[in-house]
C-alpha cells in the first residue's frame, strides 16, 4: 500500500504517514455515503440544522488544534490559520439558520390548482479540495450539502490530509450519521473511477486550471453535474483619485495573504500613469517592511509556500518575465535557508505576453501595470483569460461602482479585496470556472430544481 508524508514547508521535516486507500475501498466509502443518504435526505432542516451548530461549536472550541495542524501541514501564518477556523465556524452557522429559506418551496402562479419549483438533494457529492485553505474550502462545499440533504465524499490535496481526516472526525464527533462525509486518501489516478461511479451524482473542484480540465472532462463523459473554482490572475484598478495610503495597504495584504496563495488574490496592480510612480514607490516600501518567517510566530506577515516544488515553479516564472522586459523591484531570489520561503517580490512595466501578467503567479509576487487612463485600465484587467476576482481603487464611490460593473469576473469589489461571504455568491467566468458556491445560488446548485404541477 502507497504511504504519502505530510511534509512542514517551513522546515522541510516530515510531520506524519498516512496510507493510501485503494479504489475498490473508496468504492465502498461512495456505497456507505449512498446507503446514508436514503435516510439523511428524509431528515427535517431542523434536524441537520442542530448537527451543522455543534459542529460550528466543535470548531469554535478546538480552534487552536486546527489552526497549529493547518499551519504545520501548508504553512500559514497562525493567526490566518485561526481566522479560517472560525470562518469556517460561521459558513456552518450560517447555513444551519438559513438553509430552510434558501430551499423553501417557490411558488408560481399558473392555471394548475398548486405549481411551485422544489429543491431537492441529488445524493453523494465528490469534492477534489486543494491544500491553500486546508479547511474552509472544504466547509464552504460540505456545510451547505450537507445542509440541503447531500452526502458528501472527499478527494483532499496529498499535503493536507491531516487536515482531511480531522474534518471527517469533526464531522462525525458532532453527530452526523456514520460515513455521510468520507474522507479519499486515493491516489489522483483513481479519481476517475469514482467520478465514473453511479451511486456519484455531482462533483465540485477548487484548483487548478489543468485539474479542472481533467475532472470537468471526465465528469461530463458520464453526465455528472459540475462546478469549477480555478485559478485566477484578479486585476485591481488603482485610479488617479485612489488614496495611496489605503490602496497601497490594500495591496500588501492582498498579495502576502495566506503567502500569496489564494485564487482570489490580487496578482495583477493596474494603475494609471499619474500615480504609477509614486504607487511602486510606496508600494515598494511596505512590501519590503514585511517580516517573512516561521509561520507559528505570532509578529510574521508572511510564511512560506506549501511546497518546495510550488517555490521552484513560481521563481521560474519571475525569471520567464523578467527574461521577457519586466523589472524586478524587490525580492526575485531564492533565500539561503532551509524551507519553502519565497520574498515578497515586486515585478514592474509587467505588459500583455509576459508570464507575469498573462498567467497566475500563486504566491508572494506581484505585477504592477501602467495604465495611460481608466478606459485603458479596464482593458488591460480585462485582458486575461482568467475571471474569478477584481477590484477598483479609487476616491469616488460611484466611478468605482461603474468601474466594477465592467471587469470580467465573478466578483467585483470596490475599495477593498475580494473575499467569500457567505451571503454574497462565489465563482468565476472564462478560465476561472464556472458555477457558485456560497449563497442561496451555491446551496441550489446541487439539488434537482424540480417542477412541481397540480392540476
Sequence with gaps: METIQSINPATEEPIASYERISAEVAIEKVNN??????????QSFEHRATLMHKLADILEENTEEYAQLATQ?????????????????????????????????????????????????????????????????VIRFAAPALMAGNTCVLKHASNVQGCAYALEEMIEKAGFPKGIFANLNINSKDVEKVIEHPHVKAVTLTGSEPAGRSVASIAGKNLKKTVMELGGSDAYIILEDADLEEATDLAVFGRLQNNGQTCIAA????VVEDIYEDFLEKFTEKMQSKKMGE???????????????????????????ISQGARLVIGGEIPNRKGAYYPATILAEVAPGMEGFDNELFGPVASVIKAN???????????????????????NKERGEKVALQLEAGNSFVNKLVV???????????????GRELSGYGIREFTNTKSVWVE
Design 373 to 395: 487612463d481608466e478606459a485603458h485600465a479596464i482593458e488591460l484587467a480585462n485582458n486575461s483569460n482568467f475571471g474569478l476576482g477584481s477590484g477598483v481603487i479609487t476616491g
Design 73 to 137: 501541514e501548508m504553512g500559514k501564518i497562525i493567526e490566518q490559520s485561526r481566522g479560517e477556523i472560525m470562518k469556517c465556524a460561521r459558513i456552518c452557522r450560517y447555513y444551519a439558520d438559513n438553509a430552510a429559506d434558501l430551499l423553501a418551496d417557490s411558488p408560481v402562479e399558473t392555471e394548475a390548482s398548486k405549481s411551485y419549483v422544489a429543491f431537492q438533494p441529488l445524493g453523494v457529492l465528490l469534492a477534489v479540495m486543494p491544500w491553500n485553505f486546508p479547511f474552509y474550502q
Design 267 to 270: 496578482k495583477r496592480f493596474v
Design 420 to 434: 467569500s461571504d457567505p451571503r454574497l455568491p462565489f465563482g468565476g467566468i472564462k478560465n476561472s470556472g464556472y
Design 33 to 42: 455515503a449512498n446507503d446514508v443518504f436514503q435516510s439523511w435526505k428524509q
Design 295 to 321: 509561520p507559528t510566530d505570532e509578529d510574521v506577515y508572511f510564511g512560506p509556500m506549501a511546497r518546495v516544488d510550488l517555490r521552484n515553479e513560481l521563481h521560474e516564472q519571475v525569471e520567464k518575465s
